[in-house]
């Protein structure tokens, strides 16, 4: 009698599922799923190395530092970075009186110590980065009806994030003509700009490098596009994972201490055993 | 109960004599793992996965306390707070992947302890109660599993939070308001997340209530093994400890270099990058996708396609999903081979291997992918196995099939036929 139940209920479940089956290979079969212009031309983030990469990486402070120029001096003005604080700056090599001076360079939302009103002050270390819109609906209206997202997390809210930040950084290009041929609805539409990276081919952010020299590195390396889309890219893997040198590093001590303990593990347990078959 | 040879605890101490009269704490620790529990002495490396899984259970507890202490269970707040944990708290970085990546070592180690029993078939006679309070344990770890997923309030919270608890609106009838009721309101948001947090906090521990349960039923009739046959004597058995306490205690090493390396350098391989977005209702993912320990059931859920009938697809997916879980409870009865073992059951075995296992993984792989075509036909094959594999093949397989011929003993199996017969007691 169970036997019989439990079959019937089989036959309940594997026959909806071969019939589901069946009329999905049927509309497959008669109506196959169109092609779209993303699934032809989007691509998968371009090969780039970081100092950071591997399991012993580590930030090159040096470009940590450019990056940092790059996000004050072009990125800024849409993309908050409301994560970082001034202070965690430091880690970046900057001295106490260079954190200080950074700070003071950015103003911030304050209050008024006599009257209470909101005003605005000099940002001081213990700071957070401030946003350059005061809300969503602000930053639409400047920005073609987009919120330029935070950057904190960016390298992390994204598949490969360091590749794809970088490789959108640098993909901007014409539309191809085989695809406005072949696809004649997904032409870019105006306020937006082609981005093969871009998961729709199509975001309102201009490209942001634009030039050669846009910024100017005080440590002599030449600002080409390139070189600042990577720049800013470590910067970008070092705010959203301010800690991982530590983590590395912790992380090769505790393996060290694990092996040992698993082997000392090991030969009390052949020891403990030793003579009894099983 | 125990084994008439085993080991009897003998407090010599006067402390401890005392303390046996009043509370015999000692005692339960002895004969539940110390050397008071005889257990087979031919288990393979598969039993260690009940002991790794308690010590995750553990771990989970310990750094879900301390991440809650830097967490705040509102929906202005939440993801900021961790952020603040991993940023600002010392080793906070440490508790936040340790317990993000405890969870999946936990499903890790549970799948295979799992699929151990399917394999040996632990969950036969006279084991059906440990078996059942496992799955108990299991769906309760995946409710909590799928609410400690919502509390950060990323994207893949709040939409995975969304998705699961519609799942409830396709009940007839009272699903909607079910549904709202679940949630405290229409969808996802501050009254969800506070009760989500409320019950992630208190689930662990009804978990470890039945983990208790579990052990104490496991310890009446003992351990399985491999051979699927039961104790006869004491050459079958060895005191828990030290033999599995050393077996165990290596085991842990290998589990803590796995998950120390996954923590330490690869600690969102397996989460979502969405989650490190903060939630926004007003913009819906490209795909969501719940944790990886969720795929092969998610897959089921959106294998059915079509209406059945009168039974809408939404619901056919829903009454799968559950089902396929829920099914587990009636192994003992449809599994009726008097043998335990697949070892000794050639026709299961091939079933188990060329057919539960592969289902299994395209199942998993499905439930990952995005919900087009191939992918949904490819599970929709998968599913169709998993169901029958356990409603209609275990039924038939267990009722046809011809079972090698088991050892007299373990000892026998251990030692060969002749000098196991010499140990054996005389019949």
């Known amino acids: ?278 | 109960m125990s084994f008439p040879w085993a080991k009897q605890y003998t407090p010599s101490h006067p402390f401890m004599k005392w303390m046996d009269e009043k509370l015999p704490v000692p005692r339960l620790i002895y004969n539940a793992v110390g050397s008071g529990y005889e257990v087979p002495r031919n288990l393979n490396y598969f039993w260690n996965f009940g002991f790794l899984a308690g010590l995750c259970l553990v771990l989970q507890i310990v750094t879900g306390i301390v991440m809650a202490m830097h967490y705040a269970a509102n929906t202005g707040v939440a993801f900021d707070t961790i952020e603040m944990t991993v940023r600002d708290v010392n080793w906070g970085w440490l508790f936040r992947y340790a317990h993000a990546n405890g969870a999946s070592a936990f499903f890790v180690v549970i799948y295979i302890h799992i699929f151990r029993g399917f394999y040996y078939g632990s969950y036969k006679a006279p084991r059906e109660m440990v078996w059942l309070l496992g799955v108990v344990i299991f769906l309760l770890m995946m409710a909590t599993a799928f609410m400690g997923y919502v509390l950060p309030w990323g994207q893949m919270s709040f939409w995975g939070a969304k998705v699961i608890t519609g799942l409830f609106s396709a009940i007839p009838l009272v699903g909607e308001p079910l549904q709202q009721w679940l949630l405290g309101g229409f969808a996802p948001d501050n009254a969800a997340l506070n009760r989500f947090f409320s019950l992630h906090y208190l689930l662990p521990f009804v978990i470890l209530g039945v983990v208790i349960l579990h052990i104490w039923a496991l310890h009446i009739p003992g351990s399985s093994n491999p051979t699927g046959v039961e104790v006869k004597s004491e050459s079958d058995t060895v005191p828990f400890y030290p033999y599995y306490i050393a077996k165990d205690g290596w085991a842990i090493g290998v589990f803590a270099i796995l998950f120390a390396a996954a923590v330490f350098f690869f600690p969102n391989a397996l989460g979502h990058p969405d989650n490190y977005i903060p939630a926004n209702p007003m913009s819906t993912p490209a795909h969501i996708v719940p944790e990886w320990y969720f795929w092969p059931f998610y897959a089921i859920l959106r294998s059915f396609t079509q209406d059945f009938f009168f039974i809408p697809a939404k619901l056919m997916g829903v009454l799968a999903m559950f089902g396929a879980i829920l099914v587990w409870f009636f192994l003992p009865w449809l599994d009726k081979s008097p043998v335990r073992s697949g070892s000794y059951r050639p026709m299961y075995k091939k079933f188990f291997w060329f057919g539960l296992i592969p289902a299994m993984a395209v199942l998993f792989y499905c439930g990952g992918a995005p919900a087009v075509e191939p992918y949904v036909m490819i599970s929709q094959i998968a599913a169709f196995y998993y169901f029958a594999h356990f409603l209609i093949v275990l039924p038939v397989v267990s009722a046809i099939e011809k079972p090698l011929p088991l050892p007299y003993s373990i000892t026998e199996a251990v030692l060969g036929k002749d000098e196991g017969a010499e140990l054996a007691p005389a019949a």
């Open chain 1, 1 to 278: 009698m169970a036997r019989i139940l439990s079959i019937l209920v089989g036959l309940f479940f594997t026959v909806a599922l071969a019939w589901s089956f069946g009329k999905g290979a049927y509309t497959q079969i008669t109506e196959p799923a169109a092609p779209t212009a993303e699934a032809k031309f989007h691509l998968v983030p371009k090969e780039v190395h970081f100092a950071s990469d591997g399991a012993f990486g580590k930030f090159d402070r040096q470009q940590l530092q450019r990056g940092f120029q790059v996000y004050k001096e072009v990125c800024s003005a849409c993309h908050s970075l409301k994560h970082v604080a001034f202070r965690d700056l430091a880690q970046l090599g900057y001295s106490e009186a260079e954190v200080k001076a950074i700070a003071a360079g950015f103003t911030v939302p304050g209050t008024d110590p006599n009257t209470g009103e909101a005003n605005t002050r000099p940002g001081t270390p213990t700071d957070y980065f401030p946003s350059p819109f005061a809300n969503d609906i602000a930053a639409r209206a400047a920005n073609n009806n987009a919120v330029p997202p935070d950057l904190s997390l960016i390298t992390k809210a994204r598949h490969e994030g360091p590749a794809y930040v970088y490789s959108l950084l640098t993909g901007y290009t014409e539309q191809p003509t085989a695809l406005v041929k072949e696809f004649p609805d997904a032409k870019t539409p105006n306020g937006l700009h082609y981005n093969p990276y871009f998961a729709n081919l199509n975001l309102a952010m201009p490209a942001p490098l634009t030039s050669e020299g846009q910024v100017s590195y005080g440590d002599g390396t030449k600002a080409t596009v390139d070189q600042m889309a990577q720049d800013v890219s470590a910067f970008l893997i070092w705010t959203a994972e301010p800690k991982l040198e530590k983590r590395k590093q912790t992380g090769w001590t505790v393996l060290g201490f694990l092996l040992f303990a698993t082997i000392l593990g090991y030969m009390s347990y052949r020891n403990i055993w030793a003579g009894k078959k099983h």
